[in-house]
Nanobody
Framework: QVQLVESGGGLVQAGGSLRLSCAASRKIFNTMGWYRQAPGKERELVAGITNGGTTNFADSVKGRFTISRDNAKNMIYLQMDSLQPEDTAIYYC?????????WGRGTQVTVSS
């Protein structure tokens, strides 16, 4: 069993920045990711990072978002710059361990125009 706890969301104006954090309850050696779900839309992958640090991003956030991890602290981060109103969503931390998928409760990000 793994618990994931997100933090760092909030209200920001367009063009601003936020840094999301996700704390895992134990050491994770697997790929982790950030997803988001906007009202009325399906949950979508925002960014992923392997244990070795290889990253991937949704096209909509490339060049604006950065994902990183600190394995010593069991943490992953999502640095979000140049935020736009369309980035408004609940952001979730994600971990897949074999056939099991773990989610945090999410953190709300609201970008005003």
């Amino acid at each position: 069993q793994v618990q994931l706890v997100e933090s760092g969301g909030g209200l920001v104006q367009a063009g601003g920045s936020l840094r999301l954090s996700c704390a895992a309850s134990r050491k994770i050696f697997n790929t982790m990711g950030w997803y988001r779900q906007a009202p009325g839309k399906e949950r979508e992958l925002v960014a992923g990072i392997t244990n070795g640090g290889t990253t991937n991003f949704a096209d909509s956030v490339k060049g604006r978002f950065t994902i990183s991890r600190d394995n010593a602290k069991n943490m992953i981060y999502l640095q979000m710059d140049s935020l736009q109103p369309e980035d408004t969503a609940i952001y979730y931390c994600n971990l897949r361990l074999g056939s099991l998928t773990y989610w945090g409760r999410g953190t709300q990000v609201t970008v005003s125009s």
